[in-house]
Nanobody, 128 residues
Framework: QVQLVESGGGSVQAGGSLRLSCAAT????????MGWFRQAPGKEREGVAV????????YYADSVKGRFTISQDNAKNTLYLQMNSLKPEDTAMYYC?????????????????????WGQGTQVTVSS
């Protein structure tokens, strides 16, 4: 079992920055990859970024490349998402997800079904 708890969301003006955190507890050694997803009102949940814990490889959605950075602190079992140059279209509920079955190595990292643990989400609101 793995538990994920996100924090760091809030309200910010366009152009501002936020850093989201995802604290993982439980059998964290079994995590193959961790990702950030977001869901805006009326839209489907979409992948934002992923980090493969084995080698530290990262991937990003085109919409956030160059603005967001995913990273991890192994000592703290915490995943981060540094979000810079925020835009109103970044407004969404942000979720942290973890894959402990290795499914992220066999499919597109953006597929929700690859992740078997999810956090409760943290709201990010960007005003223009």
């Amino acid at each position: 079992q793995v538990q994920l708890v996100e924090s760091g969301g809030g309200s910010v003006q366009a152009g501002g920055s936020l850093r989201l955190s995802c604290a993982a507890t439980g059998y964290t050694y079994s995590i193959y990859c961790m990702g950030w997803f977001r869901q805006a009102p009326g839209k489907e949940r979409e992948g934002v970024a992923v980090l493969y814990t084995g080698g530290g490889i990262t991937y990003y959605a085109d919409s956030v490349k160059g603005r967001f950075t995913i990273s991890q602190d192994n000592a703290k079992n915490t995943l981060y998402l540094q979000m810079n140059s925020l835009k109103p279209e970044d407004t969404a509920m942000y979720y942290c997800a973890a894959d402990t079955l290795g499914a992220c190595y066999s499919g597109s990292w953006e597929g929700e079904a690859l992740y078997n643990y999810w956090g409760q989400g943290t709201q990010v609101t960007v005003s223009s």
